[in-house]
């Protein structure tokens, strides 16, 4: 079946640190691949997506790119603020057709947290 | 409007009580979803409903029941809880069964609590 890896948390960074938070996939097809926000006490929020290869997301200085070889979408932000404090997922969503069509599958979840 | 609406956002209920989640959108997904997350978790699919049929059920306990009066509507009927039931439940929606090239919006959940 479909399954998503992130990198372990937390992870704590100075303001205007540059971000990395890695996420690979296990999936059939071609996934939509999606990078949702937690703020606390909050529901999800859609950050960025791609849903073929090499496409490039990005969202309030977040970026990630559909990397089909290496079956990964890190997430990067050059200049991180306070008030991205946050969980985020990295999510697949499976192929048309396929047997988990009508499924998210979320990473782990990593626990940002930035200092002033 | 890129709004799905939960009501209410707390809910303390006791474990032979009767409670239902509400969940609201408009714009025109036909598919729509409830997940349960726990503190610190991802959010587990619960069921999935596309054209107002469940579609998916991932082997929930019938004290759970959900139900789709209309294309905008969701609802999650609670009854005879356990403890172990306490979360935060997220209603989504997205514009085609899976979202395959489209994202799913959610709400901000409602936080349960059995007592």
């Known amino acids: 079946g479909n399954s998503v890896t992130q990198m372990e948390g937390p992870v704590t960074l100075s303001e205007e640190a540059f971000l990395t938070i890695n996420c690979t996939y296990t999936a059939t097809g071609y996934p939509s691949l999606f990078w949702y926000v937690q703020y606390p006490g909050e529901g999800l929020q859609l950050l960025l997506k791609?849903?073929?290869?090499?496409d490039k997301g990005s969202n309030k200085g977040f970026e990630a790119t559909y990397r089909k070889e290496t079956t990964s979408f890190h997430l990067e932000k050059g200049s991180v603020q306070v008030s991205d404090s946050a969980v985020y997922f990295c999510a697949l969503s499976g192929t048309p057709g396929g047997t988990s069509y009508g499924k998210l599958t979320f990473g782990q979840g990593t626990i940002l947290t930035v200092h002033p | 409007d890129t709004e799905v609406t939960q009501t209410p956002k707390h809910l303390v209920m006791g474990m032979t009580n009767k409670k239902s989640l509400k969940c609201e959108q408009h714009?025109?997904?036909?598919?729509m979803y409830w997940y349960k997350q726990k503190a610190k978790k991802p959010p587990e699919l619960m069921f999935v409903?596309?054209?107002?049929?469940?579609?998916i059920n991932e082997s929930v306990p019938s004290r759970f029941s959900p139900e789709c009066p209309n294309s905008s509507l969701l609802n999650l009927h609670l009854h005879a809880l356990q403890p172990e039931d306490s979360a935060l439940y997220l209603c989504?929606?997205?514009?085609?069964?899976?979202?395959?090239?489209?994202?799913?919006?959610f709400g901000q959940g409602t936080r349960l609590t059995v007592v």
């Open positions: 989504a929606s997205s514009r085609l069964p899976g979202g395959g090239n489209t994202e799913a919006f």
């Open positions: 714009m025109g997904h036909r598919a």
């Open positions: 791609a849903t073929k290869a090499d």
């Open positions: 409903y596309s054209y107002e049929k469940l579609s």
